[in-house]
């Protein structure tokens, strides 16, 4: 029984720690907040319950106290539970306040950092938050102060050197900017704001203190954005961009597949979201002894789905009773052949239904047999091929 406190980080689940990866897999409660990937939930397994306890500016879907108790209860209850927050948990995220609620409690916890807004967000837009000869030295600090001597607080942050980040500042930006100007920083300190950081639709803002205090009084500063003031914001650098970048796209295929496919379109500059419309299940092979020996006289065996190496194997149990060879739907689904020390004759190019119907009918030959290992509902141009080559 033990509570985890799970930084996300911010933007794609490619930025997860392998020890956060891990104990998605094998979480038995997840507590996960609004700027989560929703990938990320994915990776829970089926049996795995979820709580959502996100919020947002005005929409607040339950208060901190009431996530404490959750965590608490669950805690007590036994089992993985993994609270899963965006960026870092103890980075402005509240996990101090988490892990103390536990310890009160006597409930085991640990942390596990994750890549925080400030450092994923600037670096992705080419900032480096500490430079030679213009930042030596990093301050992360709330644009949001609801306790304690509010004055002292901006006083210290206006005589701030080096760079100062803001966290959940964005709406009241104005407000601070003038307040900071007030307490003696230069109107002029060079300022930058990254609308969400780590993402491929992320956008930044540049200008002065002054007057991207402007622009957040016009309402040009959403949220959620980090801010930047100091010499570090001046820095232009020119990270590369993926062609897809901006773009956000639903990948509607199963599971892994899904998120597989949406990982490459991000490393490509697309927010990519799994949407696994298609559910599989392994079916029962009715006549298992017939489905043998239909393997092992083929001349070709031809698979269909990456799926189809398992199904081979779990049908053959023994790989070297096939004789023929093997065709490919895809590189995808040779991949998975490869992985199981199978190498494909044929290849589809591309890699899709015609193209597999296409290379089988300029490679089979009449009287070879064709035994196909695919999906209940796969579609029959392969098989049409086959035939038609007699």
């Known amino acids: ?21 891990e104990l998605l897999e094998r979480a038995d409660h997840l507590v996960y907040d609004r700027l989560t990937h929703p990938d990320a939930l994915l990776l829970a397994p089926r049996s795995c319950r979820f709580h959502p306890v996100g919020k947002r500016e005005g929409d607040h879907l339950q208060p901190q106290e009431a996530t404490n108790a959750l965590l608490v209860r669950l805690g007590r209850e036994g089992g993985t539970v993994v609270r899963l927050k965006g960026g870092d948990p103890f980075v402005f995220g509240r996990g101090g306040e988490e892990a103390r609620a536990c310890e009160a409690a006597g409930v085991p916890w640990r942390g596990v950092p994750g890549i925080t807004a400030a450092f994923g967000g600037f670096l992705g837009e080419g900032i480096s938050l500490t430079h030679r000869g213009l930042a030596a030295s990093v301050t992360l600090a709330t644009g949001h102060r609801g306790q ?27 407000d601070i900017a003038d307040r900071l100007v007030r307490l003696g920083r230069s109107p002029h300190t060079p300022a930058a704001a990254v609308t969400w950081g780590g993402w491929g639709r992320s956008r930044v803002l540049r200008g002065t203190l002054a007057s991207l205090g402007e622009r957040a009084r016009r309402g040009d500063v959403p949220s959620p954005s980090v801010i930047l003031l100091g010499e570090a914001a001046r820095e232009t650098l020119h990270p590369l961009r993926g062609p897809l970048r901006g773009l956000q796209v639903a990948v509607c295929r199963p599971m892994p597949e899904a998120a597989r496919t949406a990982r490459f379109l991000e490393g490509r500059g697309a927010d990519a979201f799994s949407l696994p419309l298609l559910d599989l299940e392994p ?30 194997r779990r049908l053959l149990r023994d790989l070297r009773r096939l004789r023929g060879r093997l065709a490919a739907l895809g590189p995808g689904t040779a991949g998975a052949c490869e992985a199981l020390g199978l190498v ?33 509902r796969a579609s029959s141009l392969p098989v049409e091929a086959a035939r038609k080559a007699g």
Do not use: H, I, K
Request: proline residues 6%.
């Open 344 to 376: 494909p004759d044929l290849v589809a190019d591309p890699p899709d239904s015609e193209g597999l119907a296409s290379a089988l009918g300029r490679t089979l030959r009449p009287g070879d047999r064709v035994a196909f290992l695919r999906n209940e």
């Open 148 to 174: 304690g001597d509010e004055e002292t607080y901006w006083e210290e942050l206006a005589r701030t050197s080096g760079s100062l980040v803001l966290y959940m500042g964005a709406s009241a930006f104005g």
């Open 283 to 312: 079916l029962e092979f009715r006549e298992r002894e017939e489905a043998v020996r239909a393997l092992e006289e083929a001349d070709w065996t031809v698979l269909t789905s990456p799926r189809g190496p398992g199904a081979l």
């Open 1 to 21: 029984m033990t509570v985890f406190l799970v930084g996300a980080g911010c933007g794609s689940p490619r930025w997860l720690t392998q020890e956060a990866r």
